[in-house]
């Protein structure tokens, strides 16, 4: 015999175990990927604190977000590893500015912090975005990400600055680490293809609008799901609640609406309202007549006889019979119960029925509620996306003002957001020539696109204004390609993580950053030259 338990505590309990699993990991492996970022761009030893930066702002994060919502998701913990890319973004300019010049710490901190304003402005600027969702997980996750980046930005430009010590070399060759960005004409015909490329991958995009698709279970419970698929096929059921502000209301709601059904509602001739059970009994009374009686039991002895049992079987219901039946003590549901209590002023009677017109039909949204399972979800579905539509026009436009506030110039303005549109591009490009089914949290990385591409957008605008101030050094490649690598590390790590929700936003952000950096040190420079 074969017992298993389908639900949605076995899902959450699956899930749960997998995401734990994934965050161990996810994190050995992103520490793994960030030392070796270390090696190659800094080692030296004061060095370190840039890397120690999560160390000091994820725990509080993560604590004042449970104290926020009351608990914190795995999911939130799993994007952890993202803001520990983006958290050493703010020291890692830091620590290269101080490292090629030999002006005062305070002078050089105060250069460059305009930058880092710039950066965490465009970055906090997505995650507030994502507060107006209304899925609580993408709330928590902007309330961890806005917490945690305050935390390392504050440190990064008031506390870190004093321990690195002034002049400290990297170790890293400049001359290696000069990138000769693509002429006027190359990066234009590169712009183009991307934008192709983007369009294609639009138009062959897989989106998955399965909800199942965002839990990751074990083997054994997809088994069970398909066994019990079968039996009960979600697809073609529906439920009908019949309301009532009183349990008793909701039974006699759920009598009248059983009438108007041809083959009526099981659950309505077993659960009946007080009235009708009053009105039972009485038709039970006037039923068993003496005559009846004394029929029914001469009835029973002939077919003993003929039959073979013994008529004193049905001596307890004679018994019964002849006492006030109405004392019986019998009660249905205790094995099966199928009123619920939604509030202290309102009982809903919960009826599975096939998803067919007729319930739809007959349900007026006020006594009674027909939710079809299929419609429920394609109804979900299409909520998500509007919001997910909403929340990434939300972040452009903010962050499109801020850009323009802090440079009053349309045309950088502008340029600023060719990171954002090309790395799009290629990210959507990608998913389509891979076939990657993206599940509804994909979205989520959308907005946080926006942000990174501008972060690194800025760094190049910046440094081609420096020019003109002889502060190019405050702007080294390195420190654009440490950052970005650092970013890859914490985000992209994500990929090798089995839960379906971590993977797709790491994948997205393997493709989505790896783009932007790709677009910012390739291709921008040469539209800064022509344009600005």
């Known amino acids: 015999?074969?017992?298993?338990?389908?639900?949605?505590?076995?899902?959450?309990?699956?899930?749960?175990?997998?995401?734990?699993?994934?965050?161990?990991?996810?994190?050995?492996?992103g520490l793994l990927c960030l030392t070796g970022v270390f090696v190659c761009f800094f080692r030296t030893r004061r060095a370190l604190l840039v890397y120690s930066l999560p160390l000091l702002v994820l725990p509080p994060a993560a604590w004042i977000t449970q104290l926020i919502f009351g608990h914190i998701s795995g999911i939130t913990l799993g994007f952890g590893s993202v803001v520990v890319g983006l958290s050493v973004d703010y020291a890692i300019y830091i620590y290269f500015a101080l490292a090629q010049t030999n002006p005062d710490t305070a002078n050089v901190v105060s250069k460059i912090t305009k930058h880092l304003w710039c950066n965490f402005l465009t970055s906090g600027l997505c995650f507030v975005a994502l507060l107006f969702s209304s899925i609580e997980v993408f709330k928590q996750i902007a309330v961890f990400a806005l917490i945690a980046l305050s935390l390392a930005f504050f440190i990064s430009v008031r506390v870190l600055p004093s321990y690195f010590k002034k002049g400290?070399?990297?170790?890293?060759?400049?001359?290696?680490?000069?990138?000769?960005?693509?002429?006027?004409?190359?990066?234009?015909?590169?712009?183009?293809?991307?934008?192709?490329?983007?369009?294609?991958?639009?138009?062959?995009?897989?989106?998955?609008?399965?909800?199942?698709?965002?839990?990751?279970?074990?083997?054994?419970?997809?088994?069970?799901?398909?066994?019990?698929?079968q039996l009960f096929p979600s697809n073609r059921g529906a439920l009908l609640f019949s309301l009532g502000k009183t349990q008793d209301e909701a039974l006699a709601n759920n009598e009248q609406i059983?009438?108007?059904?041809?083959?009526g509602l099981p659950i309505s001739t077993l659960f009946v309202s007080?009235?009708?059970?009053?009105?039972?009994r009485e038709r039970w009374a006037?039923?068993?007549?003496?005559?009846?009686?004394?029929?029914?039991?001469?009835?029973?002895?002939?077919?003993?006889?003929?039959?073979?049992?013994?008529?004193?079987?049905?001596?307890?219901?004679?018994?019964?019979?002849?006492?006030?039946?109405?004392d019986s003590n019998f009660d249905f549901s205790t094995w099966y119960n199928p009123l619920i209590k939604i509030s202290n002023d309102l009982y809903a009677v919960v009826n599975?029925?096939?998803?067919?017109?007729?319930?739809?039909?007959?349900?007026?949204?006020?006594?009674?509620?027909?939710?079809?399972?299929?419609?429920?979800?394609?109804?979900?579905?299409q909520n998500v996306k509007k919001e997910a539509a909403t929340i990434v026009c939300l972040a452009l436009l903010l962050n499109l003002i801020a850009v323009w506030l802090l440079f009053r110039n349309y045309k950088e303005t502008l340029l600023c957001f060719i990171p954002v549109l090309l790395g799009s591009c290629f990210l959507f490009g990608c998913l389509a020539l891979f076939h990657v089914k993206v599940n509804l949290f994909g979205l989520i990385f959308l907005p946080l696109l926006i942000g990174l591409g501008l972060d690194y957008a800025i760094f190049q605008l910046i440094k081609h204004r420096s020019k003109q101030e002889e502060l190019t050094q405050l702007y080294p490649t390195r420190a654009l390609l440490a950052a970005g690598l650092?970013?890859?590390?914490?985000?992209?790590?994500?990929?090798?993580?089995?839960?379906?929700?971590?993977?797709?936003?790491?994948?997205?952000?393997?493709?989505?950053?790896g783009g932007t950096v790709l677009v910012s040190l390739f291709i921008l420079p040469a539209l800064w030259k022509r344009y600005v």
């Not at 002939?302 to 039946?325: E, H, I, M, R």
């Open 168 to 229: 400290t070399p990297a170790r890293l060759n400049t001359a290696k680490t000069d990138i000769i960005p693509l002429t006027f004409k190359g990066a234009v015909w590169v712009s183009i293809c991307l934008l192709v490329f983007g369009l294609w991958g639009i138009t062959h995009l897989e989106l998955s609008s399965n909800l199942n698709d965002l839990n990751s279970t074990s083997a054994a419970f997809v088994k069970d799901r398909q066994i019990a698929q």
């Open 352 to 381: 599975i029925v096939p998803n067919e017109p007729l319930y739809a039909r007959l349900a007026d949204g006020v006594h009674f509620v027909f939710i079809s399972a299929s419609e429920l979800q394609a109804s979900l579905v």
């Open 1 to 29: 015999m074969h017992t298993f338990f389908v639900g949605g505590l076995r899902y959450t309990l699956e899930n749960a175990l997998l995401i734990k699993k994934d965050l161990m990991t996810v994190t050995l492996t």
């Open 274 to 280: 007080s009235k009708t059970r009053t009105e039972n």
């Open 286 to 326: 006037t039923f068993w007549t003496p005559a009846r009686w004394e029929q029914a039991q001469s009835v029973l002895q002939t077919q003993a006889q003929t039959k073979g049992f013994n008529p004193q079987a049905f001596a307890p219901f004679w018994a019964w019979l002849q006492s006030s039946f109405t």
């Open 486 to 513: 650092s970013t890859l590390a914490g985000f992209g790590v994500l990929i090798l993580a089995k839960h379906s929700v971590l993977f797709m936003m790491g994948i997205c952000a393997l493709l989505g950053i």
């Open 258 to 263: 059983s009438s108007k059904i041809p083959d």
